[in-house]
Each structure stands twice: as C-alpha cells, then as structure tokens.
C-alpha cells in the first residue's frame, strides 16, 4: 500500500492580491491532475470566517480544512507590532492548528514553526528593491528586515521565478539558504466557455473590439502607458477594456488619478473600468479580446501571463527581464516607459498570426510533479 504524502497549505483570500490567492488554488488544482496514487493529502489551514468555496468546488478527493483565530492578547499584539517596525519579524508567534501538521507552505514567521522540520517561506519578488520609490520607508525596512531574517534563519525558501532566486543571492551573497525556483502556472478549467458572450457584451456596455488589461490597480502595474498610447492614437475602432480591485494601498489617490487622466483627455469613450469581476467572466473576456495587455514595470511571475498562455491568446507584455524568462512565443514585446512603443505593438497585433503553443497540460503536471518532490 502506497502511504500518501501529506502537505499543508497556508490559504487566504484577499480581493487586494488576488494573485495569492490564485496562486494556492492552481496548487491545489495541478495537483489533482496528478494519478490518483500520486495526490497527496492536502490539509488547508485559513482564517477563521475565510471564504473556500473556491477550494470545496475544485473537488479534490484527499483534503480537509483547519482553521485558526486571528485574535491575539493585547500585550502580544504590542510586543509584535515593535517588533516588526523595529526587526521585522514578530517575536512571539501563533501556534498552529494541529501539532500534527507537516510540510507546510506557504509558511512565514506569524506561525510557531520551531518543532517542524519540513517546510518553506514563498518570497515572490524583490520589487521594493528595484522601485522603492512605490514603497513607504516603513514599508521598505521592515521588508528588508524580515530578508534579513530569513537569511539569518536559513529558512528554506521558494521562489516563483530564476529572476527572483539571482536577485536574492545578489542582495544577499552570504546567504546559506535551501532555495528552489518554482514557476507555478494557471489552471483554467472550462467553465468560461459556456457565458453568452453576448449577454456578457451587453451587461459590460461592450460594442466594440477591444483590448484587455487585468491587473490590481497598483502603481507599478502601469496602467498609465496603456492611456497614454490611447491619448497618443489616432481615430480607432476598438475600446480598452480594464479589470481588477479599484484599490492601491501604498497609493490611495492612484486610481482617481487614472480616471482623472481619462477625462482630461477625453478618452471615455475608449476605456471601460468593469472593477473587481467575475473570475469566468474575465476568462471570457480574455479569450474573446484583441490581445491581453500586461504593461507592469515589475512582476514576480505573471498571473496574467500565465492565464494567456493556458488560454492559448496573444499578450502584449512589458519588456522586462521577468517577462522575458516567462514568455517566448504568442508575444509581442514593447518599452513600458513608452507609449509609442505600445502602440506599435497593438497595431502589429491587429494582424498577429499564433505561433503553435506549449502543451500546457504537460506544464501542469511537470509543475505538480515538482511541487510535491519539495517535500
């Protein structure tokens, strides 16, 4: 009888990164591509009141749910609080769930990890060290604090991206860190398919062809280029359609700014903000659009990126170092500090012939393959 590994995963959802969000859920969802005798069992540890429904609908057969209280005493909550604006890290953690619990991730110094011998921290990008002028220096000490940290601790670590791991080692060339790369993926299943892409044109007040940008509203997600090569085009046919939370907690002013610089120049008629939506209806729009646009300055792997290329569909991406490592085929690449070089590329998409694609189903399982090889 084959005894079946049994790993722990950290969930929670926040409409403000939805990107970590997605990012548990295709775990979950990869690893229920694998063969039966190869999925592990899965325990999902969240906050008490968090929303799983999306985790329940993905019908994993090895799982179950554990969920811990937030609430802590107020001398604790003191302690921690100068703690993590002095070191950044919190001295006195929270115990986990169930003392049985092993092969946690993704795991970070809120939880009492001292007795576990099995697990990894997830650090995404290092974006507060390439553009700290989008951070607060509060912000960026404690980031850099809890590095420190880290590298103090050898804590093993995952990265989403080789671009991440050289950046680290290149800030911290001491360090003595366990460190893989993993590059996680989108899986869409095909329930997108199915939304009347016409009701879904006439709920949006979409009659036009058009182009689609979906990312949070945070400053480095670059939003303003794609206006401003709007600003700079002549007469067109087509609209520019953004998606996402209408929400930047660094810079509160930011979204007001953007529609600001659309009525200014008087492009309203070219630009739909549809906000937060759902998740089947963006895919749909995704799917049907001209091209999908990701003119970030900095990503840490692309969600976006990923949903194209699961979507078989043409992105129009930053050139950034990132994307490069990501992306190679159905692209074009464009300068996300020029408009022009936008514009150039939306008009050499209007007649992009696809290139054949990866088998993404293969990327799927080679990720689920080596997700659970970490433990």
Not at 86 to 99: E, M, N
Request: net charge positive; proline share 3%.
């Amino acid at each position: 009888m084959v005894v079946k590994k049994n790993i722990t995963l950290i969930y929670q959802y926040n409409e403000n990164w939805i990107g970590g969000t997605y990012y548990i859920q295709n775990i979950i969802k990869a690893l229920n591509f694998l063969k039966d005798a190869d999925k592990p069992e899965l325990t999902i540890i969240s906050k008490q009141g968090t929303s799983l429904s999306e985790i329940v609908n993905i019908n994993y057969p090895y799982i179950k749910f554990l969920s811990y209280d937030t609430g802590t005493k107020f001398i604790t909550s003191i302690i921690n609080g100068i703690y993590r604006r002095v070191f950044g890290y919190l001295l006195l953690k929270k115990p986990l769930p169930s003392p049985e619990l092993e092969n946690l991730y993704p795991v970070s110094d809120y939880f009492d990890l001292s007795q576990k011998k099995k697990y990894y921290f997830w650090i995404p990008d290092f974006q507060e060290h390439h553009l700290p002028h989008f951070f607060s220096t509060k912000e960026i000490r404690i980031r850099i604090a809890y590095q420190k940290y880290i590298v103090a601790q050898e804590k093993p670590i995952i990265f989403s991206s080789l671009n991440a791991k050289l950046d680290y080692d290149n800030f911290y060339p001491k360090n003595k860190n366990i460190k893989s790369v993993l590059n996680f993926v989108s899986i869409i299943d095909k329930e997108y398919l199915k939304i009347d892409l016409e009701m879904l044109k006439l709920k949006y007040s979409l009659t036009r062809k058009f182009f689609i940008i979906c990312n949070q509203f945070w400053k480095h997600k670059n939003h303003k280029v794609v206006l401003q090569a709007i600003v700079d085009q002549n007469e067109t046919t087509y609209d520019f359609v953004f998606t996402g939370k209408e929400f930047d907690d660094r810079n509160p002013k930011y979204v007001d700014s953007l529609k600001k610089f659309v009525k200014d120049n008087k492009i309203q008629d070219k630009v739909k903000f549809l906000g937060f939506i759902d998740r089947n209806e963006q895919l749909k729009l995704m799917q049907e659009s001209i091209a999908i646009i990701q003119p970030s300055l900095f990503e840490g792997w692309s969600t976006v990126v990923e949903d194209a290329k699961a979507i078989d569909k043409l992105v129009i991406v930053s050139d950034i170092l990132l994307h490069r490592e990501q992306i190679e085929s159905n692209c074009l690449f464009f300068d996300p500090h020029s408009a022009s070089s936008l514009n150039f590329a939306l008009n050499k998409s209007l007649n992009y012939e696809m290139e054949v694609s990866e088998n993404y189903q293969e990327k799927i399982e080679r990720f689920a393959e080596n997700f659970i090889a970490l433990f």
